[in-house]
Every structure is written in structure tokens, then in C-alpha cells.
């Protein structure tokens, strides 16, 4: 099983701020990684796919980077409304046991 | 558009069974293999199961080994989770998903006595 580690597990941020969310992989994952924000009661919503393309409909403000083991997902300047838990996902091509990250809580600070 | 709508969450005794299914419209659902994914309170996301598009090649977590069972109807656009033997662990918001860009918004399931 590929196990996700991601870090920090809170990060508290002012509003306007950048914001680096870290995601490490225990063996590569090619580009099959993907980013979620995750609202209180809310189903997950997909960021960021493919390690660094942007889902429909995703704010500029939003990037990925990475591959192999290693990923980020920055927020340039945070609004608002981004303040909430994120999680990073691997869906290697072979076997398709899909894992997470534990998530990250972006907070207000 | 791609949907994905699922329905039979609901509350549950311990050692209980519950049938999930997930409605897919939008897509060609026969081409495409797909996921259950669940979400315990206050917990992060935990992939449960994968079918193929054919339903042929079958994965589970340990977690639900020899207890759920993920099935598929082509000709209904349909997904299924059979879940026999429920603990109280298995309480969670149940998702069923395409790929990273295709999820439904979920059913809860509360297994309690």
C-alpha cells in the first residue's frame, strides 16, 4: 500500500497570504496525484489533478508541482473562503487502491 | 454534465446489512471503472473499493474484506455496495466516485443500536 504523509497537519495563515501544503508519497506515484479542499458538510471538491493541472472552474490562485514522491499545492494568496481542511490523493495506474493524505487544516491566524 | 447520485445510506444495528447504490449519468458508464470512498465523522477519506468496467477485476480495503460487496449494472448506469456484518466502525459518509473528477455527494450510513 502506498501510504501518504502529509504535512503540516494545521497551518494557520492571514488572509492574502501564500500558503505551501506539502504531500509526500512512500514510493513514486508518477503524476497520478491529486488535491481536494474539503468544506464542513461538504463533499470533497477536486483542485488540482494530474499533480499540477487545475480542475474546471479552480482559481489561478490554486497550483500544484511535483511528481515522483514529492508535491505541493500552493495557495498564492488566500481568500476567505479557502480556509479549510485539504487532502492529497494518489491513484497510481496499477493497482487501483487509491490512498489519502490524513488532510491539512488551513486556519485563520 | 457527469452525476453521480447515491442513495440508501441510513441507520443500522451492529451485525447489520444495508445495500448502497450510486445512479451515474453524464458519461458512458460501461467505459469507465469506478470507486467506493467513505468519510467517518470528524476523519479523513478512506478508499473502500474499486471495480473495473467490466466488473471482471475487484479490490477491497482490509478494513472491509469478506464483509462488503462492490457490484455494477451496466445496462442501469449503477454502482453497488453491499455491506453485511456492520460495526459501529463502518459510520461514515459514503461516496462513490468515477475518478478524481467525478464524485457523488454522498450517503451516511450510522451503524448504532
Known amino acids: 500500500e502506498i501510504v501518504m504523509t502529509q504535512s503540516p497537519a494545521t497551518l494557520s495563515v492571514s488572509p492574502g497570504e501564500r500558503a505551501t501544503l506539502s504531500c509526500r508519497a512512500s514510493q513514486s506515484v508518477s503524476s497520478n496525484l491529486a488535491w481536494y479542499q474539503q468544506k464542513p458538510g461538504q463533499a470533497p471538491r477536486l483542485l488540482i489533478y494530474g499533480a499540477s493541472t487545475r480542475a474546471t472552474g479552480i482559481p489561478a490562485r490554486f497550483s500544484g508541482s511535483g511528481s515522483g514522491t514529492e508535491f505541493t499545492l500552493t495557495i498564492s494568496s488566500l481568500q476567505s473562503e479557502d480556509f479549510a481542511v485539504y487532502y492529497c490523493?494518489?491513484?497510481?495506474?496499477?493497482?487501483?487502491?487509491?490512498?489519502f493524505g490524513q488532510g491539512t487544516k488551513v486556519e485563520i491566524k | 454534465e457527469v452525476q453521480l447520485v447515491e442513495s440508501g445510506g441510513g441507520l443500522v444495528q451492529p451485525g447489520g446489512s444495508l445495500r448502497l447504490s450510486c445512479a451515474a449519468s453524464?458519461?458512458?458508464?460501461?467505459?469507465?471503472?469506478m470507486n467506493w470512498v467513505r468519510q467517518a465523522p470528524g476523519k479523513g477519506l478512506e478508499w473502500v473499493s474499486y471495480i473495473s468496467s467490466s466488473g471482471s477485476t475487484i479490490y477491497y480495503a482490509d478494513s472491509v474484506k469478506g464483509r462488503f460487496t462492490i457490484s455494477r449494472d451496466n445496462a442501469k448506469n449503477s454502482l453497488y455496495l453491499q455491506m453485511n456484518s456492520l460495526r459501529a466502525e463502518d459510520t461514515a459518509v459514503y461516496y462513490c466516485?468515477?475518478?478524481?473528477?467525478?464524485w457523488g455527494q454522498g450517503t451516511l450510513v450510522t451503524v448504532s443500536s
Open positions: 453524464g458519461f458512458t458508464f460501461s467505459s469507465y471503472e
Open positions: 490523493q494518489q491513484y497510481n495506474n496499477w493497482p487501483p487502491l487509491w490512498t
Open positions: 466516485a468515477r475518478d478524481p473528477t467525478a
